[in-house]
């Protein structure tokens, strides 16, 4: 195993940069695709929400049938929060790596 210093010598630092650029650009669509999830999957499943509560709010419905409806509404609420949480999460640790493959290249004098 080399050391940073012989891998300097060697030529592998900038093997080592070239995968860190390459391996930013990834995390960077990565972190653009969680956000753009983060945001629209929620709203849609917010709208599906909307339908089934002018179901469970119709008089004119069993109350079996509105109660089940009801139930299923906050089965939706409930997964459209973990899904959000879960983009959010990924999107942060997205960041996260990425700040330290920018914080790695300022150290090695990178640009």
């Known amino acids: 195993m080399q050391t940073d210093e012989e891998r300097l010598k060697s030529g592998g630092a900038e093997e080592d940069l070239s995968f860190l650029m390459v391996q930013y650009q990834v995390l960077s669509e990565s972190r653009t695709s969680y956000n753009t999830l983060l945001w629209n999957v929620p709203s849609l499943l917010f ?15 069993n109350a079996v049938i509105r109660c089940g409806v009801s139930l299923l509404s906050a089965a939706v609420a ?21 700040y330290s493959i920018e914080r790695y290249i300022r150290e090695r004098g990178g640009s």
Request: charged letters at 20%; proline letters at 0%; aromatic letters at 14%.
């Open 47 to 61: 709208v599906a929400q909307a339908f089934l509560w002018t179901l469970a709010l119709d008089g004119g419905k």
């Open 78 to 98: 409930y997964a459209s929060y973990q899904l959000f949480e879960r983009h959010r999460l990924l999107e942060v640790v997205d960041s996260e790596q990425m």
